[in-house]
């Protein structure tokens, strides 16, 4: 047992991932829209595949899961993208488009290609028009020509004629079916869109509060350098002030008032003894 299992074992984890993405979205992709495709019948629910003759069904079921997981392939892949919402409504509107136009013409296939056989529940695929050699007259609606033919569609339509009515029948069927799956992978991501716009916007509410908290921070910082400097400067300007010399201011000497009131007189200068003898002789 343990041998077994080692050998089944994948190599790589990447392997084992991609194993998973295939079954997911090859296997359990169709599984789970079986029922909208007609593979799982569900009472009260007709699918489109309905529309169609048995012999057609098989290829359809399995040609529409397989582009059911191709569509969720390609909204898989789109949710890890920056997604813009423009684009979305774009393209809704384009897909929405095409969708209607091919359930008309889906509509128009069934009702003009599609013959059913009277007296059971099955039904063929005609051609575009009869071949000129038709054994049934004009009048003859399709349902009676075939009817008379005994399935014999050979005789009135040509068979080149009949796949290529086959083939624009199954190409609006899916369309019609890869459509609407497209449209829901789109409802899907718009509101991952959504989401990112709502983080994109929270993210730059959040940016720029930094960037102004961090301009603020600067403006801070720059004025308690400019108040340090000032601070600086004052104590400096002081121990200057304090170090240059003071002029001294000299008061002038008051004269002595006398004991009368009156002023003193001024005494004659006095002549040294060898000039008197001078001025004698």
Not at 27 to 48: C, D, K, N, S, T
Not at 142 to 157: I, K, M, R, T
Not at 207 to 230: H, L, V
Not at 246 to 264: E, F
């Amino acid at each position: 047992m343990s041998s077994s299992s080692d050998s089944s074992a994948l190599p790589t984890v990447f392997a084992t991932r991609l194993v998973a993405y295939v079954v997911g979205f090859g296997v359990a992709v169709g599984v789970g829209m079986a029922p909208f495709l007609g593979a799982r019948p569900i009472q009260g629910f007709e699918p489109l595949l309905s529309l169609f003759p048995e012999d057609s069904k098989i290829l359809l079921k399995s040609v529409s899961a397989f582009l059911m997981g191709v569509v969720a392939v390609v909204a898989q892949f789109h949710s890890g993208e920056t997604i813009s919402r423009r684009s979305l409504r774009r393209r809704f509107t384009v897909l929405s488009s095409a969708l209607v136009l091919g359930l008309i013409a889906l509509v128009l296939f069934h009702i003009l290609y599609v013959v059913p056989i009277e007296g059971t529940k099955e039904s063929v695929i005609v051609g575009w028009s009869r071949l000129p050699g038709c054994e049934c007259e004009p009048t003859v609606t399709n349902s009676e020509c075939v009817l008379g033919l005994a399935l014999d569609l050979g005789a009135c339509w040509s068979e080149g004629s009949i796949q290529g009515v086959k083939i624009g029948f199954y190409l609006t069927y899916l369309l019609a079916t890869g459509g609407f799956g497209a449209l829901i992978g789109l409802l899907a991501l718009q509101e991952i869109a959504r989401y990112q716009a709502t983080r994109r916007k929270a993210e730059q509410e959040a940016k720029e509060k930094a960037e102004q908290e961090a301009q603020e921070k600067k403006k801070q910082e720059a004025r308690e350098k400019r108040e340090a400097a000032k601070r600086a400067q004052k104590p400096e300007s002081a121990i200057s002030r304090a170090a240059e010399p003071r002029p001294q201011r000299t008061a002038p000497a008051k004269p002595t008032p006398s004991v009368g009131g009156a002023a003193p007189k001024p005494k004659p200068p006095t002549v040294p003894p060898d000039d008197e003898d001078a001025f004698s002789e």
